[in-house]
């Protein structure tokens, strides 16, 4: 499903990446949820 749909992978990655490091804009830009300032 990689090859597949490339896109959905690098929007999770950087989701993930996102949450995992100091990501606030991607987490506030894609959830309004200010759960973690």
């Given at each position: 499903?990689e090859?597949?749909?490339?896109?959905?992978?690098?929007?999770?990655?950087?989701?993930?990446?996102?949450?995992?490091?100091?990501?606030?804009?991607?987490m506030?830009?894609?959830?309004?949820?200010?759960?973690?300032?």
């Amino acid at each position: 499903m990689e090859e597949t749909t490339p896109d959905l992978k690098i929007r999770i990655a950087l989701h993930f990446k996102g949450k995992k490091k100091t990501g606030p804009s991607i987490m506030e830009e894609t959830t309004p949820n200010r759960r973690t300032g």
